[in-house]
């Protein structure tokens, strides 16, 4: 017993009196985060319902595990090969926006999707795009101790993300909108000389978990076998914040093959890989570990490239023509929007691709993340903030992969039974936030059955 109060009180002063204490916070933190990496992936306007949701494979009703992505005109099918992996969820609510009539004008409203909280004002007045709760990138960022990538593909200078990244004052944070310049931001130092300052902490830290773990070497010998087995945990925390500060030696810390100008991108088809590559590159070099990308290199206008599934799709827009023109007693409307969420699937696919291709430690960068991908509406034509769909993805999280959870389909705004907000904080506490609720408290708890 001597021995254990001896080893604690000794990490506790280090902890206390040392310059890097807040390593030593990060360490003993309960719990202790093992899968320190976020990616928001963004699509707009809406899903066809039927061609979205799982199926069993026999074509039924899915449940919650055993089924398939794999059927004509599937909007999900890229995901097949990933499906193990995945947490499909459909039918939950913007509650937040609907249970409040003064800011839920049944648009575009996608402000609420990140922060759990609806905005200060109604759609197309100044203060739209304002909330009064910060978004989860921006929060696990913080939390994370490591600078958000933000990148919006349709951007300008200045541009601000509406699907997130807003401050605890509820202003949005502007986005990247030009890999060239994003290039040099993230990447300049990557290869180059190291900057002098950045070693000696660099060494400095190190310094200070081999100290820890000699420590704890030391003393594992004197502790009984309940007392052991905790402090192995934290010698395998200590092994992780190694490799966190040997931040660009990774194997897979290669720069980005291709930054096209921002304000000449290629055609969209080409150039969503071009930014999901660049991203994977960013996690790979542990230069971040939040990133928030939409996937619509559009802005919902035109998609030629999907012209081969349906001659419609040469000079309509995705926007003004499909998604407001989706029905849902039209089953041609239903595989034109399922046609442009395939396409955005296969961008989410590729981005997994990405990061499984990325060696770290025993696996892959991909085991220690977690994927939300987002979408802002349910029926897209009436701007329904309910059944909005959600898919979890990556090796991170504690709860169990390959499944489908399907909550409550009410079809009128007037029913949102089923809060969206729950899944932040589910998410949030992943990271060992501890919260009651994250965004709007009237909405608390975690994600049942997540």
């Known amino acids: 017993m001597h021995s254990r109060r001896s080893f604690l009180r000794t990490l506790a002063g280090i902890g206390a009196a040392s310059q890097f204490a807040g390593l030593h916070r990060e360490l003993w933190a309960q719990p202790a985060p093992s899968y320190p990496r976020f990616c928001v992936l963004s699509s707009l306007n ?14 039924g009703a899915a449940g919650e595990k055993g089924w398939t992505l794999a ?12 499906k193990d992996s995945l947490v499909i969820i459909e039918g939950l ?6 249970a409040n009539p003064a800011f839920y004008t049944g648009g575009h409203n996608s402000l609420s999707m990140l922060t759990g909280m609806h905005p200060v004002a109604a759609e197309s007045t ?3 795009y304002r909330s009064s709760h910060e978004s989860i990138d921006y929060y696990l960022a913080k939390r994370l101790n490591t600078p958000e990538f933000l990148f919006k593909p349709t951007g300008y200078s200045g541009a601000a993300n509406t699907i997130g990244a807003f401050r605890p004052d509820g202003s949005a944070i502007a986005a990247e909108f030009d890999l060239k310049k994003s290039f040099v931001n993230w990447f300049g130092s990557v290869g180059a000389m190291p900057d002098p300052r950045a070693a000696a902490r660099k060494n400095a830290q190190q310094a200070v978990v081999d100290y820890l773990g000699g420590e704890a070497r030391r003393l594992r010998g004197r502790l009984g076998a309940p007392e052991r087995a905790k402090l192995d ?5 200590l092994a992780g914040l190694t490799q966190r500060i040997d931040a ?3 194997a897979g810390c290669t720069r980005p093959t291709s930054t096209p100008d921002g304000n000449n991108p290629p055609a969209g088809d080409k150039y969503i890989p071009i930014v999901l590559e660049f991203t994977a590159r960013l996690l790979a070099c542990n230069l971040t570990r939040v990133v928030n990308v939409p996937v619509d290199p559009i802005n919902s206008g035109r998609a030629p490239w999907l012209a081969d599934k349906d001659p419609i799709f040469a000079t309509a827009t995705i926007h003004n023509d499909i998604a407001h023109g989706y029905r849902p007693d039209d089953e041609r409307s239903h595989r034109l929007l399922s046609f442009v969420n395939a396409w955005y699937a296969q961008q989410v696919s590729t981005f997994i691709d990405l990061l499984k291709a990325i060696p770290e430690g025993n696996g892959t960068a991909y085991d220690n993340t977690i994927i939300l991908w987002i979408n802002e509406l349910g029926d897209p034509a009436r ?8 898919v979890l993805a990556g090796g991170g999280g504690r709860w169990a992969k390959g499944r489908y959870l399907q909550y409550g389909l009410g079809l009128e705004d007037r029913n949102p039974s ?3 907000t729950p899944l932040l904080t589910s998410l949030a506490n992943q990271y060992g936030a501890g919260l009651s609720a994250f965004g709007d408290p009237k909405y608390p708890g975690e994600l049942p059955r997540l």
């Open 248 to 250: 660009t030696g990774a």
């Open 46 to 59: 809406g899903y066809a319902p039927k061609l979205w949701r799982p199926r069993a494979p026999d074509g």
């Open 126 to 128: 100044p203060t739209q």
């Open 383 to 390: 701007h329904m903030h309910t059944n909005v769909p959600f």
């Open 93 to 98: 609510d913007l509650t937040t926006d609907t």
């Open 233 to 237: 945990a934290h010698l395998d925390a």
């Open 418 to 420: 089923d809060p969206h």
């Open 71 to 82: 059927f004509p005109d599937s909007s999900l099918a890229p995901l097949e090969k990933h």
